[in-house]
């Protein structure tokens, strides 16, 4: 089994794609931690975001063009912040914005700029790694593999419920705390993220492993979970509408990883 994380004897391609996916599940875990509090811009807690990030740059070697990586981290976290202070289609902007994260990240983090951990990292991870019980397990859960599959679980959730969410805001489709109202059920709306995310992640899994039929049965116990609201077609619209996006992004998700880890 190889547990290296960046050693010179390893097919480049494959060292770096571990690095890049290393680092972007860092910045994945960060947008997730900011994008689970709305309200009133949280300065504070965006420069935290923007702190953590940079100091995972610290775990590369010194490079010219890791300037350029510190440069995007802080200019996107900048365009989030100044996004979330606009206000203004918030969900559609951070996805948009983490689309374009993803793509600068990937282009610094490619085998032509070299990026790679300290030697000392890989020592210290192969040192650990010996004083537990489980080796293996630590061991297998920081290879390319492992990293590839957190890395779509994250999108899966936490990014495509940007998308989710951004389609609602585009139809005004937002759960409402009764039928012949416009104020929007927030404890509703929010235990909708808690479910959409469960919901992707047990799709994920299952495209992951093949078992598309179980696909069906999900499908199927969240209609069955939802039949009370069939007097009500804004709520049928909400639930229908969500439940669909959530499946088929989350399949596409699965299937792209699929893709990636047979390549």
Not at 38 to 58: D, F, P, Q, S
Not at 68 to 92: D, Q
Request: hydrophobic residues 55%.
């Amino acid at each position: 089994m190889n547990t290296s994380l960046a050693s010179p004897t390893l097919n480049p391609g494959r060292s770096m794609s571990l690095v890049f996916l290393v680092f972007t599940n860092l910045v994945l875990l960060t947008r997730l931690w900011c994008h689970l509090r709305e309200g009133e811009v949280n300065w504070r807690l965006w420069g935290t975001k923007m702190a953590i990030e940079l100091a995972g740059l610290a775990l590369l070697e010194w490079h010219s063009w890791l300037l350029a990586a510190a440069a995007t981290v802080v200019i996107m976290n900048v365009a989030g912040v100044l996004w979330e202070a606009l206000g203004w289609r918030r969900n559609a902007g951070h996805f948009a914005l983490g689309i374009i994260y993803m793509l600068a990240l990937s282009v610094w983090f490619s085998p032509h700029f070299g990026l790679r951990f300290w030697p000392v990292i890989d020592a210290a991870f192969a040192d650990i790694a010996r004083w537990t019980a489980f080796q293996a397990i630590f061991q297998s859960s920081f290879t390319t593999t492992a990293m590839l599959v957190f890395f779509g679980l994250l999108v899966a959730m936490s990014e495509m419920n940007l998308a989710v969410r951004a389609v609602f805001d585009l139809l005004d489709l937002k759960p409402r705390a009764a039928a012949d109202s416009d104020e929007v059920d927030v404890v509703a709306y929010d235990r909708g993220r808690v479910i959409g995310f469960l919901e992707r992640a047990i799709v994920y899994f299952l495209v992951l492993g093949g078992h598309y039929e179980a696909v069906a049965l999900v499908l199927v116990a969240k209609a069955f979970a939802h039949s009370r609201h069939v007097d009500d077609r804004a709520a049928v619209e909400y639930v229908l509408i969500g439940t669909m996006m959530s499946t088929g992004l989350a399949i596409a998700v699965g299937e792209l990883v699929n893709h990636l880890r047979a390549g």
